[in-house]
Structure formats: C-alpha cells, structure tokens
C-alpha cells in the first residue's frame, strides 16, 4: 500500500512534469513583431534558420523581433544563435547576438541575455571577459552596468562569430543563469533581475548595433 508521503510526492512530481512541458517554437516571420529590425527566412549552415539585421539608426536596446502570443514567467528558454559582424559594423561591433525575455507588450521593459562572439577568442583578456552580458531595459544599459559594477554583470565563453551557439536560459524569479554551449554550469548568473521576479512577458529574439544574426531550434519549458 503506498504511503500519503509518497503519494503526494508522486502527484506533486506528475505536477512539475505538466507545467513545464517543453514547448518547440516554430520560427517564422508571421509569428513575429519586429522592433527596428528586418526578419526573414532563410537556410545557414544547414538549418532553417531567421535571419535579422537593425533597420536604420536606433537609439535604444529595442532591436529585436518578439514573438506573439507567449507569456513568460519562469522557466527555461533554450535557442541556437550565430552572430557576426555585418558589411556596414563600426570597429567596436562585436556581432551581438542574445536573447530577450520577460518582454512588456509594450516593449517598455524586458530582461535580456547576449553574447559579443568577437570578443571570446579575442587576444584581448578584457574583451575576453566581456564576451556575455546581462543588460535590461529600462535603465540598465551595459555601460551603466559595467561603469558602476564591474564584471558582474559580463563573463567569458569560448565564442566563434558566424558560429552556431547553443544558448540556453532558467529563469527563476529574481535570477537568471545563462549556458552556452551545453556547459553544464553557467556562465553567467543573476540575482537581481532589474525589472523584478513578478515582471513577465514575451521572448525576443535580440541583435545589436552593426550584426547579422540568425535563430534556429527555439524551444520553451514554463514553469508557470
């Protein structure tokens, strides 16, 4: 006969397993809203694959392309991404190239994770150190960041530009652990997400300044 400790373990795991059943995302242009970018399919180093680029000057970190319908709370997100630099980067362009979650309908706030793919087998230490980073919006750019907290917010992961990368985010309340490449502990961790633990919303798929991006193999477990 089983127990009513084991019983309610079981119901409670059963539980667990429900909520937070892996969803694939499937990438298309219809499925998306795109902020100061252009998005559009195409084939990359044998994926399927969308491709975005920055449209035009920007003045703020809204450069992505958000996906309809999702609401996120906690959770995993895990995506492949490559970045690179694009025929019209500025010598400081790194192919900036992440992953935006938590995103306000309004893309008035949002949390966002992204890799700088130059700066990981840089000869540079310092760039080395500053190949992921953690910004949010509004008020946390990475120049804030870095100037009034140095290297809490940034780290080093072996990057290639032009590369497929396996990105993988938890995302639990206030905290945010960033993997790269199936590592099985973070790169990056955060424990005080800037927009706060009830702050929930979309996922966007994020460039920066002077990058071309591509996106494949998008998938999404909530936790609730």
């Known amino acids: 006969m089983i127990s009513k400790k084991l019983f309610t373990a079981v119901l409670l795991s059963l539980s667990i397993s ?3 059943k892996a969803q694939k995302i499937s ?3 219809t499925d998306l809203v795109p902020s100061q970018v252009t998005v559009k399919e195409g084939k990359y180093k044998n994926k399927n694959a969308l491709i975005l680029e920055i449209q035009g000057e920007v003045t703020n970190e809204k450069t992505m392309a958000v996906l309809k319908n999702i609401d996120f709370h906690n959770g995993t997100i ?3 991404v490559s970045g690179q630099t694009n025929s019209t980067a500025s010598e400081t362009a790194r192919g900036f190239v992440g992953i935006a979650f938590r995103v306000a309908e ?5 949390e966002v994770f992204y890799l700088r793919p130059t700066n990981g087998r840089a000869n540079d230490q310092v760039r080395r150190n500053h190949s992921t980073q953690y910004i949010s919006w509004p008020g946390y750019p990475w120049e804030k960041l870095r ?3 140095p290297e809490k917010y940034e780290s080093y992961a072996d990057l290639v530009p032009g590369e497929w990368t396996k990105v993988k985010i938890e995302v639990k309340d206030e ?3 960033l993997y790269v490449n199936g590592a099985t502990q973070p790169t990056l961790v955060i424990n005080d997400l800037k927009q706060g633990g009830n702050q929930r919303g979309s996922i966007g798929l ?3 300044p002077g990058t071309l991006g591509h996106f494949t193999d998008l998938k ?3 936790l609730d």
């Not at 309004?106 to 949002?110: L, N, W």
Request: charged content about 30%; proline content about 0%.
């Open 78 to 80: 895990e995506v492949t």
């Open 106 to 110: 309004d893309i008035s706030k949002m």
């Open 220 to 222: 999404i477990t909530k």
């Open 27 to 29: 990438l298309k242009t």
């Open 18 to 20: 429900f909520l937070s």
């Open 147 to 149: 100037k009034e907290t």
């Open 175 to 177: 905290t945010a652990k």
């Open 206 to 208: 994020w460039i920066g």
